[in-house]
């Protein structure tokens, strides 16, 4: 740069992980303007938005099948009858954010048309609907293109769009993209494959994220896909729906995409849910560990008595406290002890931490060498912990 010039000035993006909701997991190709607008309605109205949920994402299927003579995109007329810069102002006087979605390859994953080779021409044009967020999926992807290069395209166009637009990278986790995805701009990187509503899912996705914590940091955060909490089976196709999860089990996901800093993307239908739903998803205490401002990874502490079947997760919070989580992914209840000898603090110390449940948001006691909780089958409980002398 010479003296005199100024850097225009950008907004930093996602410097912790975003939040908001996604139509595909209950819509899928199922998707209007108006069930749009009345799920920012929602948001904007029900606490959702100050809780956090700020971006309304419109995902596969939102396009005609053919670009026009001039390679445009086209928004589908009978879907979408007002375009695209309409809904994207309804969204805007929410006080909410509007993304959308394309794919680095010929099509998109459902048959629409994707991206490749036309990167800084739809950026723009996302730019001129008024876009703040883009998942970027990776179907139809030429075998002879490397992934790494085609996000590296979008990232650039995106960059350089002349809009501060999120760039959210769907590579299901192929070719290592955890290594290389930061350096592509993007803001969040899908790590593993689709998300389905079943307790199956999450406990896969968890075990294969756990030992990837390290690449997830501020400004590029690992995706562990949208969330299927209150969807009860209610997918919007045979493969997301599944079977459908307990309350309890919703909770657990919750909770662990909390602790693993995941963006945490809602998947249900946010117009029909339960007051049980719009506890997990609205529990201020979970959000604030997810949304923590260090964004420090978890690490993993056997818990006592050995479990194979559980786990306790720390994170490191700013200002010192810790955020403890046990998780019992088993089939019946568990005694789980943290020793906090494990968490750096040695018994000449003279310290021990003080518990708050972040379930029931009350304090639940000071404790000097170790902490024991009672953990149902599939459950969680995660506290708060401050170090206090003794
Ligand atoms: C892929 C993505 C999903 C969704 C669909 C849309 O499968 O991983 O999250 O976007 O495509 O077709």
């Known amino acids: ?15 912790v992980p975003p939040m908001g909701w996604n139509s595909w997991n209950t819509f899928t190709d199922h998707i209007d303007e108006n069930m749009v607008r009345e799920t920012a309605d929602v948001i904007a109205e029900n606490g959702l ?19 026009d003579s001039g390679g445009k995109l086209i ?13 994207s102002d309804y969204i805007h006087s ?26 800084f021409e739809d950026a723009a044009q996302f730019a001129e609907w008024g876009v703040d967020y883009l998942k970027y999926d990776n179907c139809y992807k030429p075998a002879t293109q490397e992934g790494q290069m085609l996000y590296r395209r979008m990232g650039l166009a995106l960059a350089n769009c002349g809009r501060d ?15 290389w995805i930061r350096s592509t701009g993007a803001q969040l990187f899908r790590s593993g494959p ?14 294969a994220q756990l030992d990837k914590q390290s690449h997830s940091g501020n400004f590029c955060h690992n995706d562990m896909d949208m969330l299927i909490v209150g969807m009860y089976g209610r997918g919007g196709n045979e ?20 602790m693993m800093n995941s963006p945490l993307m809602i998947g249900c239908d946010v117009r029909k849910m339960t007051e049980k739903t719009k506890e997990i998803l609205m529990n201020r205490d979970l959000i604030a560990i997810n949304q923590d401002p260090e964004c420090r990874s978890v690490y993993r502490l056997e818990p006592f008595p050995p479990n194979p079947d559980a786990f306790i997760l720390v994170k490191p919070l700013y200002g010192g406290d810790l955020a403890v989580g046990f998780f019992n992914m088993g089939d019946s209840a568990s005694n789980m002890s943290a020793i906090f000898w494990d968490m750096g603090i040695s018994r000449a110390a003279k310290r021990g931490l003080s518990f708050y449940d972040c379930l029931k948001h009350e304090q639940a006691g000071t404790y000097a060498e170790d902490f024991t909780c009672v953990v149902p089958s599939h459950g969680c409980r995660v506290y708060r912990c401050s170090v206090k002398k003794l």
């Not at 509007?98 to 990167?119: D, I, N, Q, V, W």
């Not at 990278?169 to 955890?178: E, I, N, R, S, Y």
Request: hydrophobic share 30%; proline share 2%; charged share 25%.
């Open 194 to 207: 689709d998300i389905q509503d079943t307790w199956n899912s999450v406990n896969d996705i968890v075990n």
């Open 1 to 15: 740069m010479k003296e005199g010039d100024k850097m225009e000035a950008k907004e930093l993006l996602c410097s």
């Open 49 to 67: 938005r100050d809780a956090g949920y700020e971006y309304v994402v419109i995902d596969d299927c939102w396009s005609l099948k053919n670009r």
């Open 94 to 119: 929410k006080g909410l954010k509007f993304g959308m979605y394309s794919c680095c390859g010929t099509r998109t994953c459902a048959g629409y048309p994707g991206s490749l080779e036309h990167e």
């Open 165 to 179: 637009i999120v760039f959210s990278a769907c590579q299901w986790g192929t070719d290592d993209v955890h290594k």
């Open 239 to 258: 493969y997301i729906s599944a079977g459908g999860c307990t309350d309890e089990e919703y909770q657990t996901h919750f909770a662990l995409w909390c």
């Open 75 to 87: 928004a589908d007329p009978e879907k979408f009858p007002n375009g695209m810069r309409a809904l």
